[in-house]
Nanobody, 121 residues
Framework: QVQLVESGGGLAQPGGSRRLSCAAS????????MGWYRQAPGTSRDSVAI???????NYADSVKGRFTISRDNAKNMVYLQMNKLEPADTAVYYC???????????????WGQGTQVTVSS
């Protein structure tokens, strides 16, 4: 019923940039927060950046000043601009959003399939 699809992953050099996109589609009534998480091999899935419905944003300390999250509510999309990339940023990046479906009474969390970002020279 709801699908989140990420794009924009790939290989980047240290110090480089990449822009991730996530599109939500389906019978959507409303979306609460939209965020990005990442998971490197052998680690847990951690929050990277969240854009709340009131316009506020939160970032992991490790990406503050380098990553920027933005939303296009009309298109149900969220973006992650990643600058000054470091090898430690290498991970699978996942889009997440609590979504309320048409006819639904509650928000349910939805995940994308993930997109790989590799930072290496």
């Amino acid at each position: 019923q709801v699908q989140l699809v990420e794009s924009g992953g790939g290989l980047a050099q240290p110090g480089g940039s990449r822009r991730l996109s996530c599109a939500a589609s389906g019978s959507i009534l409303s979306i609460n927060a939209m965020g990005w998480y990442r998971q490197a091999p052998g680690t847990s899935r951690d929050s990277v950046a969240i854009s709340h419905s009131d316009g506020t944003t939160n970032y992991a300390d490790s990406v503050k000043g380098r990553f920027t999250i933005s939303r296009d509510n009309a298109k149900n999309m969220v973006y992650l601009q990643m600058n000054k990339l470091e090898p430690a940023d290498t991970a699978v990046y996942y889009c997440f959003a609590p979504i309320r479906l048409r006819g639904g009474r509650h928000y349910q969390g939805s995940w994308g399939q993930g997109t790989q970002v590799t930072v290496s020279s």
